[in-house]
T-cell receptor, first 112, second 111 residues
Framework: GAGVSQSPSNKVTEKGKDVELRCDPI?????LYWYRQSLGQGLEFLIY????????KSGLPSDRFSAERTGGSVSTLTIQRTQQEDSAVYLC??????????FGPGTRLTVL | QKEVEQNSGPLSVPEGAIASLNCTYS??????FFWYRQYSGKSPELIMF????GDKEDGRFTAQLNKASQYVSLLIRDSQPSDSATYLC???????????FGTGTRLQVFP
């Protein structure tokens, strides 16, 4: 079956522009997570959606970052007025149970 | 103190040896512990999870948890060059479903 998909796979943008990153979770998975991974670093938690509950936004690094999950499925992570320090790989994961998070291939964001 | 700490490595072991990867965590109330493998340029993939003190074996992999000492380890027996990757430890604290990752240990298995 299809895994978690993310688009675009690569995004190069200029400082100050807005970007949208998309995640399609595995069908039927109720939980969706966004992480960020900078070069040579671990995964930094950003935001977590679980069913119809209010999302856990505690990991978002600034108010330039926001995320939505429409219809309990697809999620979009938006970064406004991008900065060079936003350059990283943005990973999405989905799960139906806490002990099985499946990761997508990631979006590599480069801010020039 | 970081919530989840790992030695960045690299940890180099010869083919066929046992690789031992360690992780410590700061929140004593943490309940769930995970090991992910990440090949260069790829996404993490789950290898094992462990909830209870003691050992949990799955093929060549053994996860060990010691809640009193707040550490979790991963042993890889009969290491193969294909095991060369970064191994990420992740922990879920109490009252949350949020995974907190360590920075990972890079393992190199040489022929």
């Amino acid at each position: 079956g299809a895994g978690v998909s993310q688009s675009p796979s690569n995004k190069v943008t200029e400082k100050g522009k807005d970007v949208e990153l998309r995640c399609d979770p595995i069908s039927g998975h109720t939980a969706l997570y966004w992480y960020r991974q900078s070069l040579g670093q671990g995964l930094e938690f950003l935001i977590y959606f679980q069913g119809n509950s209010a999302p856990d936004k505690s990991g978002l690094p600034s108010d330039r970052f926001s995320a939505e999950r429409t219809g309990g499925s697809v999620s979009t992570l938006t970064i406004q007025r991008t900065q060079q320090e936003d350059s990283a790989v943005y990973l999405c994961a989905s799960s139906n149970r806490v002990n099985e998070q499946f990761f997508g291939p990631g979006t590599r964001l480069t801010v020039l | 103190q970081k919530e989840v700490e790992q030695n960045s490595g690299p940890l180099s072991v010869p083919e066929g040896a046992i690789a031992s990867l360690n992780c410590t965590y700061s929140d004593r109330g943490s309940q769930s512990f995970f090991w992910y493998r990440q090949y260069s340029g790829k996404s993490p993939e789950l290898i094992m999870f462990i909830y209870s003190n003691g050992d949990k074996e799955d093929g060549r992999f053994t996860a060990q948890l010691n809640k009193a000492s707040q550490y979790v380890s991963l042993l890889i027996r009969d290491s193969q060059p294909s095991d060369s990757a970064t191994y990420l430890c992740a922990v879920i604290g109490p009252n949350t479903d949020k995974l907190i990752f360590g920075t990972g240990t890079r393992l190199q298995v040489f022929p």
